[in-house]
């Protein structure tokens, strides 16, 4: 089976930084992406990584190590916008499909 | 833009009705999702085909069935709707190929009385 760990809650500063961790533990690991959904909408993708090392897109950078099985979403100059629930989610190889198999979700919360 | 289609947005039904939730892909994706999402358990995975007429048990199956006539359509049907199965219901299609990607709609948020 798979598992996934990241924290509950993250409360960071407007402008600052903040990182959302995430292990994982699965079988036939092919990617870790990440997933914003803010309250009452849908999960809208960030960012996947297949390789290990560090992609970025604008604000956001996301990380994978798959020697250690981890990975993390950074997030940069921090709008009050970025409050939201973030979701890690890793693609294994299941029964001839490709699926998403997701973590419980950080709820980020931004303060002034 | 993809776009993916969830036919009801609220729906209260009683228990043991029948519940049909549809889902429909306007960007010829291969694969289609049904994930439910509830408070501190996340995204669990139902249902998912990846192809018409193709369908493989998610994590969570029990209780649910889905058909898949035609590639843009996926549908998700309670046979017996229960309490337990009170809900939000998330379909979600990827392109077939090496990509983490999900585009979901917009949710069905689903109460069983």
């Known amino acids: 089976g798979q598992s996934l760990e990241q924290p509950s809650e993250v409360t960071a500063v407007e402008g600052a930084i903040v990182q959302i961790n995430c292990t994982y533990q699965?079988?036939?690991?092919?990617?870790l992406s990440w997933y914003q959904q803010h309250d009452g909408g849908a999960p809208t993708f960030l960012s996947y990584?297949?390789?290990?090392g560090l992609e970025e897109t604008g604000r956001f950078s996301s990380f994978l190590s798959r020697s250690d099985s981890y990975g993390y979403l950074l997030l940069q100059e921090l709008q009050m916008k970025d409050s939201a629930s973030y979701f890690c989610?890793?693609?294994?190889?299941?029964?001839?499909?490709?699926?998403?198999?997701f973590g419980t979700g950080t709820r980020l919360t931004v303060i002034p | 833009d993809v776009k993916v289609t969830q036919s009801s947005r609220y729906l209260v039904k009683r228990t043991g009705e029948k519940v049909f939730l549809e889902c429909v892909q306007d960007?010829?994706?291969?694969?289609m999702f049904w994930y439910r999402q509830d408070p501190g358990l996340g995204l669990r995975l139902i249902y998912f085909?990846?192809?018409?007429?193709?369908?493989e048990k998610g994590d969570i199956p029990e209780g649910y069935s889905v058909s898949r006539e035609k590639k843009e359509r996926f549908s998700l049907i309670l046979e017996s709707a229960s309490t337990n199965q009170t809900s939000m219901y998330l379909c979600?299609?990827?392109?077939?190929?090496?990509?983490?990607?999900?585009?979901f709609g917009e949710g069905s948020r689903l109460t069983v009385l």
């Open positions: 989610a890793v693609r294994d190889y299941k029964a001839g499909a490709n699926n998403l198999f």
């Open positions: 990584n297949a390789l290990d």
């Open positions: 979600a299609s990827r392109p077939g190929g090496a990509t983490g990607e999900l585009f």
């Open positions: 960007m010829d994706h291969e694969n």
């Open positions: 085909s990846y192809d018409v007429k193709m369908k």
């Open positions: 699965t079988s036939g690991f092919y990617g």
